[in-house]
């Protein structure tokens, strides 16, 4: 069984299990990147198999028998994004949000009690609050409004689990909220107050972590750890790059997540302390005779297995396993530098 206060205590990297799978592999083959939690998509898993069938299979865990820990997220920046960017037929009120799933059809509606408990019946170990999450280029009165609704919605939340559910006490769970404020380090200040006023086990760092240039948005970052507490889950959302992680890391968040690992795997774009930027193209023509490890200093199956040769090969034709080989590595690369990151302390 895990031990969840001790894993607040760490730096993790959470990678993306977006439907209850991290994509192209086993659950065991997670296990062995020496990867500790995963974060479900609370959205995605409503829409494509429903809460209430999860919640008969015994858990999300039950059902990928996986025995580390998943953090299930409100739905709610992918709910919100997508209405507010025009892609899903929906509305954004001041009770949460009413949406249709381009899947099927249905509607459904998102409100902060909703949102707990249907990531309740999907049986994570730690929850996020519902938040109003809108593009970067906000303006002020825009953004003024998302803080508002957030800090609203976060205490509705922690009202709600602790009502029907005994809150941390009795169920278990841990429940975090989302820190608001676009790129008005003001509003992400008083978010951060306010939200740590109501009480929460952790605080995330919601919105666009990166501006119009790709690059960390340290500033707004630094405010949210400011006005945080240490003691408590601070994860950095959607980051990233593995010298973004680093950078945050310096500045004290210690949990991330991003879907690009997997995601580049799977279009060939590796990892590897062997070279300048950490990126290897491998399906590149370069690497076609190349029999050395994609990384000389990595311990995955992968590098212990194959060569980049093997592995431009596999892409190159769309085999299946090429996938797979390329995901474990990056997974434990990523996972090889939060191990590092714990190291240094």
Not at 215 to 220: M, P
Request: with cysteine; aromatic share 8%; charged share 25%.
């Amino acid at each position: 069984m895990i031990d969840i206060k001790q894993l607040t205590k760490e730096n993790l990297f959470l990678p993306d299990a977006t439907r209850g799978a991290v994509r192209s592999l086993t659950t065991k083959q997670l296990e062995e990147t020496g990867t500790k939690a995963i974060v479900t998509n609370t959205l995605h898993l409503l829409i494509n198999y429903g809460a209430d069938q999860i919640e008969k299979l015994g858990g999300i865990k039950k059902l990928m028998n996986w025995k580390g820990m998943v953090l299930t997220d409100s739905g709610g920046f992918q709910v919100f994004s997508l209405i507010h960017s025009g892609k899903w037929r929906g509305e954004v009120h001041e009770n949460g949000a009413i949406f249709q799933s381009p899947r099927e059809g249905n509607t459904y509606e998102l409100t902060p009690e909703s949102a707990i408990d249907i990531q309740m019946k999907i049986g994570g170990d730690v929850m996020v609050c519902l938040d109003d999450c809108r593009k970067t280029n906000l303006t002020r009165e825009e953004a003024e409004i998302s803080v508002e609704r957030t800090i609203k919605w976060a205490e509705r939340c922690k009202k709600h689990f602790e009502k029907e559910y005994g809150g941390t006490k009795e169920s278990g769970k841990l429940l975090t909220c989302v820190v608001q404020g676009a790129n008005y380090l003001d509003l992400r200040a008083n978010c951060a107050k306010d939200l740590v006023s109501i009480g929460f086990d952790g605080y995330n760092f919601g919105g666009f972590v990166v501006n119009d240039k790709g690059e960390l948005v340290l500033d707004e970052m630094k405010t949210v750890i400011q006005n945080t507490p240490k003691d408590k889950i601070r994860y950095a959302m959607g980051v990233g790059k593995p010298n973004d992680i680093r950078k945050a890391a310096s500045i004290g968040y210690k949990w991330f997540d991003t879907v690009l690992v997997t995601r580049n795997a799977r279009h060939g774009t590796l990892y590897s302390s062997n070279v300048d930027g950490e990126i290897i193209r491998i399906i590149n023509a370069q690497y076609s005779n190349d029999l050395r490890p994609i990384d000389s200093n990595c311990d995955c199956e992968v590098c212990k297995n194959h060569s980049r040769a093997y592995i431009h090969h596999l892409l190159k034709i769309g085999e299946a396993t090429g996938m797979t080989l390329a995901s474990i590595h990056n997974l434990r690369y990523y996972q090889r530098l939060i191990e590092d990151l714990t190291q240094i302390g």
